[in-house]
């Protein structure tokens, strides 16, 4: 099947679901710059290897499997940064103390055990995910950017709900949880 054909049978799918509205922020600060560095391997193509929409599909269709149920009008926003090692090595050192690059930083807006929120007037903010493109690219030796840029999405999303891992078995656990979520949407996990 085609990725497109794909993407709109998970959006029709995902909105029978659940009737929840998820929009997605996406700030492209790594493909978008044209003083950014161009991918190696030959790939010199400026564009993101996953467009917004394919973003905001994935995003989408991931909180609606996931079955959130933390606000009664069920309408999320979360932020996508897509940047580079010296912003996210910047926010590293600042936020964690840890003056080094990262593959991927996740900022949640909610506490891990907020009770379930009373009515609102406006999308419930899940939080930012921050993903060093540069990172990903190093990691991803064995499976495609777009795997990746996928597995590290999953990955912080999981943050922003509450998942952690200071214990290896959190860790498989949320490693499971991941590959689950990229198997949703057509992605295979890849493989380390």
Known sequence: MESKQLLENLSQASSEILPIQVEVIIQDCFFSDPGAEKLQGGNNNPNSPISPKTWEVWLSHWLR??????????????SLRLTNNSEIQALNAQYRQKDQPTDVLAFAALEVDSPRLGAIDEPLYLGDMIISVETAQVQAQG????????????????????????????????????????????VIPPVY
Request: glycine share 4%; hydrophobic share 50%.
């Open 143 to 186: 499976h495609t950017l777009e795997q990746e840029l996928a597995w590290l999405a999953a990955h912080a999303l999981l943050h922003l709900l509450g998942w952690d891992h200071p214990t290896e078995e959190q860790l498989l656990a949320m490693l499971q949880k991941q590959a689950w979520l990229l198997q949703q949407v057509g």
């Open 65 to 78: 499997v996931l079955n959130l149920d933390l606000s009664p009008i069920q309408a999320y926003e979360l």
